[in-house]
């Protein structure tokens, strides 16, 4: 939820765009079948 979001933004500050990435990635990874790409 927004907590775990909230979280997941403070404890990388260095780095938020990673956590972007990586949140894109997993709904990416449920909205489309990657295991093709694998």
Known sequence: ???L???LQI???S???IVI???LFFFAANLF???KFQ
């Open 33 to 35: 079948p990657l295991r």
């Open 11 to 13: 404890d990388t500050p």
């Open 15 to 17: 780095g938020p765009s």
């Open 5 to 7: 979001w909230a979280s």
């Open 21 to 23: 990435a990586a949140v």
């Open 1 to 3: 939820g927004l907590g």
